[in-house]
């Protein structure tokens, strides 16, 4: 698979905030430190009193941003308190973070599609997978935390965003229980890694079925509970 939109999308957003932060001028970006980043990344503050106490101390001693002179640095300042007014500074270390932790989930959708070195896992759901197989024009399957589904009013598009969405979320919820195959050149000199429950896989490809996916990997894996 190749790097997943939504990893382009939150670096996209990392990018964006400190372009509208400092400037998207060469010169303004080259004077952001290394430490000033660290400093501000995962704080709050434009919605936290006490982040935004520490940080304009060293803001005005020069600590965070001291390439700058004062009057740019209050500029600065001032954007970053705006920008944090409901949200933290992008942090590259949750990003990594989370980038580890969506593996496991990301491995059980891949399960549900035809594998190409060349397209997305998105690409992929979208442009070969989604057919809208039992959806009707006009509404959105929703799940519901009983396991149930109720109808919403949607689009097709709605359906395919929809249904993407609901099989990641499917995925956060139960990928320990059907990790990926482990490959063998990793199985040597290691512990046996736990097996996917054929149960779980079988109900998640039925869950991508009903909410309009189709594919010969979600197929075979429909079938798991009757052949096991």
Same mark, same amino acid.
């Given at each position: 698979?190749?790097?997943?939109?939504?990893?382009?999308?939150?670096?996209?957003?990392?990018?964006?905030?400190?372009?509208?932060?400092?400037?998207?001028?060469? !010169? /303004?970006?080259?004077?952001?430190?290394?430490?000033?980043? &660290?400093?501000?990344?995962?704080?709050? #503050?434009? /919605?936290?009193?006490? !982040?935004?106490?520490?940080?304009?101390? +060293?803001? &005005? /001693?020069?600590?965070?941003?001291?390439?700058?002179? !004062?009057?740019?640095?209050?500029?600065?300042w001032a954007e970053v308190c705006r920008r944090t007014k409901d949200r933290l500074? #992008?942090?590259?270390?949750?990003?990594?973070?989370?980038?580890?932790?969506? +593996?496991? %989930?990301?491995?059980?959708?891949? *399960?549900?599609? %035809?594998?190409?070195?060349?397209? $997305?896992?998105?690409?992929?759901?979208?442009?070969?997978?989604? $057919?809208?197989?039992?959806? *009707? $024009?006009?509404?959105?399957?929703?799940? &519901?935390?009983?396991?149930?589904?109720?109808? &919403? %009013?949607?689009?097709?598009?709605?359906?395919?965003?929809?249904?993407?969405l609901q099989l990641f979320l499917i995925a956060m919820r139960n990928h320990l229980?059907?990790?990926?195959? %482990?490959?063998?050149?990793?199985?040597?000199? +290691?512990?046996?890694?736990?097996? /996917?429950? #054929?149960?779980?896989?079988?109900?998640?490809?039925?869950?991508?079925? +009903?909410?309009?996916?189709?594919?010969?990997?979600?197929?075979?894996?429909?079938?798991? *509970?009757?052949?096991?």
């Open positions: 698979m190749g790097v997943d939109e939504c990893i382009l999308y939150s670096l996209d957003l990392m990018k964006d905030f400190w372009y509208e932060s400092v400037g998207v001028e060469r !010169d /303004a970006m080259q004077k952001v430190d290394e430490n000033s980043v &660290k400093e501000l990344e995962g704080t709050a #503050p434009g /919605a936290c009193k006490a !982040d935004a106490r520490d940080l304009y101390k +060293k803001l &005005k /001693a020069g600590k965070i941003f001291g390439a700058f002179n !004062d009057q740019d640095r209050e500029k600065i500074v #992008p942090s590259f270390f949750t990003f990594f973070e989370d980038l580890n932790w969506l +593996k496991g %989930p990301a491995d059980c959708v891949k *399960r549900l599609i %035809p594998i190409s070195p060349d397209d $997305t896992i998105l690409y992929a759901l979208e442009q070969y997978v989604f $057919t809208g197989v039992n959806q *009707r $024009t006009g509404q959105c399957l929703i799940q &519901k935390p009983d396991h149930t589904f109720v109808s &919403k %009013p949607g689009t097709e598009a709605d359906q395919m965003n929809l249904g993407v229980n059907m990790p990926a195959e %482990p490959k063998k050149k990793n199985l040597l000199a +290691k512990p046996r890694p736990k097996k /996917a429950d #054929p149960e779980v896989l079988h109900e998640f490809a039925a869950y991508a079925h +009903k909410l309009g996916f189709e594919s010969d990997e979600i197929r075979e894996l429909t079938e798991l *509970r009757a052949s096991s």
